[in-house]
């Protein structure tokens, strides 16, 4: 490993990519090398050790049911390193699927349960009568957001810990009825927005400057 780069865990890359969410990736890589600094992505996949501690942005994109079936089988062993990267402020995108997977359960179409890492008080249920498809819009602190939505899976917040990512001009977000898309947590950005999200450049830079911010704290640490 590069001491230099900056580096990105990228969570189950071959199975939770859909519609493109490898292109936040993409972005976040192109926008730090046009700030000057190289990055470094692992792919964290099935079976692979992970210290989420060594890192300084995880990345976490959506799948279908059944990807995230077989990924929440390997999940439960990461819980406390990312519950602590999560915990001490550290930058981390999830979506769609991957937003889901961070929450309690998620409850899929064939009425299976799908226990979640449970590190944020959300929920989802797969309603089948309601696809939630098409193009979003919303308002969020860094300004207007525009994306795409696939899912059925609703999800609903169990408390008032988090704070939703954006107030919903069009399409559905987290659920048919609290207008309200994904969620923020410290530095935890869960999202409903495929497109990729990150194609929106105002929270494209705002999360590279706290992963810059994350960077020079971990390397300086480490001298
Ligand atoms: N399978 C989940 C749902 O339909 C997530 C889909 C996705 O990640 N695109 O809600």
């Not at 994109?61 to 059944?66: A, E, N």
């Not at 990807?67 to 089988?73: M, N, P, R």
């Not at 590190?119 to 193009?135: E, L, N, Q, S, Y």
Request: net charge neutral; proline share 3%.
């Amino acid at each position: 490993m590069n001491k230099s780069s900056i580096k990105i865990a990228y969570l189950y890359e071959d199975l939770m990519n859909t519609y493109g969410d490898s292109g936040d990736v993409k972005i976040i890589k192109f926008l730090l090398k046009k700030a000057g600094y190289e990055t470094e992505v692992d792919n964290v996949s099935l079976g692979t050790n992970f210290d989420a501690s060594k890192y300084d942005f995880v990345f976490f994109g959506g799948g279908q049911d059944l990807e995230q079936t077989i990924v929440a089988k390997d999940l439960p062993r990461h819980k406390q390193t990312l519950q602590k990267y999560i915990e001490s402020g550290n930058p981390m995108l999830c979506i769609c699927g991957g937003y889901q997977l961070l929450g309690s359960y998620y409850k899929t179409n064939a009425g299976i349960t799908i226990k979640g890492l449970d590190i944020v008080p959300i929920h989802t249920v797969f309603k089948a009568d309601k696809r939630m498809i098409g193009d979003t819009h919303y308002i969020t602190q860094w300004g207007e957001v525009r994306a795409f939505e696939n899912h059925s899976g609703q999800t609903y917040f169990d408390n008032d810990k988090l704070k939703p990512l954006g107030k919903m001009i069009e399409g559905y977000g987290n659920n048919p009825q609290d207008g309200v898309e994904g969620m923020r947590y410290k530095n935890l950005i869960g999202s409903y927005s495929h497109g990729p999200l990150l194609k929106n450049e105002n929270i494209a830079n705002a999360l590279v400057d706290k992963i810059i911010t994350r960077y020079h704290r971990r390397t300086e640490h480490a001298l």
